[in-house]
């Protein structure tokens, strides 16, 4: 006789055939909606993009507002510079003083006979910081120098780094013109300077050749051109002036404020 088996007996089967004596249940997968996790990914991304977006604009605007954050100009803030006034310039530039300083004025008497305006006394006034020296120092006497006490004038600082000679011809004088140098500075414009109202300007120059610096009155414009001395001017009526050589030497290491110093010294001469 054949044996039969019976389908519907198979978890008995399996039962029996489970060492343990425990029924084994097979559940199903749980289906996945697939649809929705992608609705759902979608709707992140345009959220996220969104707010990434805004987020940027705002940190863009704040950075606007604050310049960026990266110091850059705005039209408001946009550098100057300072420029050294051009001959052209209508307005009288003179040397800054120099801050923080006590000065001083000192006076000498030049003695000055020509035959057309006779016997005079001139006062030369120096001014100078007030720890500086002013020393004369007398030159050899000629029957035909025009100024009789002939002398040059020398100015030196504390520490006799700074020697400042200011040195009134005292002969005739006829002014010899060179070209400007590349290195001169002016340090003072004047409009409508004697009988001819030209316009005088006092430069300051290294001379390489004797490694001094040189004041000068020069030309421009025209002629481009700077004489060998400044005039300083006595009797404005009369056109009448002393004609001046002016040397500096200076052994220091601090040249920009000595200079600025010896500028304001040359800009501040004056005679009567």
Known sequence: ????????D????????NPDNQPVQIQEKPKVNYLVIGITILLCL?????????LGKRITGDSRNLGGGLNQPTPDSSPTTQTQPSPTQSATYTSPSPANLIWKTESVQIKKETAVSGSENIN???QMPSDWALKTVSKASNPNNLIKNCADYVVTNAD???KLTISPVCTGWSAEYSSWPQSAVIIKEEKNVGIDEHTAYTVRYL?????????????????NKIMDAILITYNSSNGNFLPTRVMLDYSGT???TVLEITDKIITSLKAQ
Do not use: P
């Not at 198979?10 to 055939?17: D, E, P």
């Not at 001379?207 to 002629?223: I, L, P």
């Open 10 to 17: 198979q978890n008995t089967q399996q039962s029996w055939q």
């Open 1 to 8: 006789m054949e044996e039969q088996v019976n389908i519907g």
């Open 160 to 162: 006799s780094t700074v």
């Open 46 to 54: 345009i959220v996220f993009g969104f707010g990434g977006y805004f």
């Open 254 to 256: 601090n040249s920009e």
């Open 207 to 223: 001379d390489n050749a004797t490694s001094q610096y040189k004041y000068v009155e020069g030309e421009k414009g025209t002629s």
């Open 124 to 126: 030369l006034f120096i």
